[in-house]
């Protein structure tokens, strides 16, 4: 079974994917961080990247992830041709992961646009990780230690958390951890009685 997790940069997809696999049996794939490994060692990602965006977009071989960010997040026609680059890569690499994962109870894909990018098709279920944008942009910045404008336009870039929450199965309200943690042992006993 593929659950799909997914949430607005910010949401804090990541402390919810911890508590996830804290539970034990469950196989977790980050599709943001499979993504950026892929991106560093796959020859024909680098290929298409340097031919796409140009040279800069790697220094010594590592992903200049500034340069390419700065470039795509403000034209959402790169960011088409930067994510049609990468995800069929992702997409093979998960495959991989869930027949080598088959007998776990089942398994977490968090992906940030897991719908803008039509993922969620291959999901049994989808959560979706919410929070107030002030609360994320606040996140974001001080993990990023970035400006209010770059958060902006990477929001600007994902759908809202209405829409996505319409779209899924469960819904985590994200704001502390006690009562995120609450809210994900009823999914999982959910989730579990689903599975048998």
């Known amino acids: ?26 196989a977790i794939y980050n599709a943001d961080v499979e993504a950026k490994k892929l991106m560093n060692t796959s020859v024909v990602i680098k290929a298409k990247i340097t031919k796409a965006f ?23 026609d790169k960011l088409k041709l930067l994510n049609s680059i990468v995800h069929p890569e992702v997409y ?22 897991l719908f803008e990018n039509n993922s969620d098709i291959m999901c049994d279920y989808v959560i979706a990780v919410v929070a107030d944008e002030s609360l994320k942009m606040k996140r974001v910045m001080e993990r990023d230690l970035t400006t ?31 009562t995120t943690k609450l809210q994900i042992k009823r999914i999982h006993n959910n989730l579990t009685k689903k599975k048998g």
């Open 1 to 26: 079974m593929i659950v799909g997790l997914t949430g607005g940069i910010g949401s804090g997809k990541t402390t919810v994917l911890e508590l996830f696999n804290a539970i034990g049996n469950i």
């Open 92 to 113: 093979a690499h998960l495959q991989a992961f869930v027949l080598s994962n088959r007998e776990k109870t089942y398994i977490v894909y968090e992906n940030a646009i």
């Open 54 to 76: 140009g040279v800069a977009s790697y220094k010594g071989g590592t992903l200049n992830k500034r340069y390419l960010s700065e470039l795509v997040f403000s034209d959402k």
């Open 148 to 178: 209010k404008e770059a958060v902006l336009k990477r929001m600007n870039n994902q759908w809202t958390d209405t829409k996505k929450a319409l779209q899924s199965n469960y819904i985590i309200e994200n704001y502390d951890v006690a």
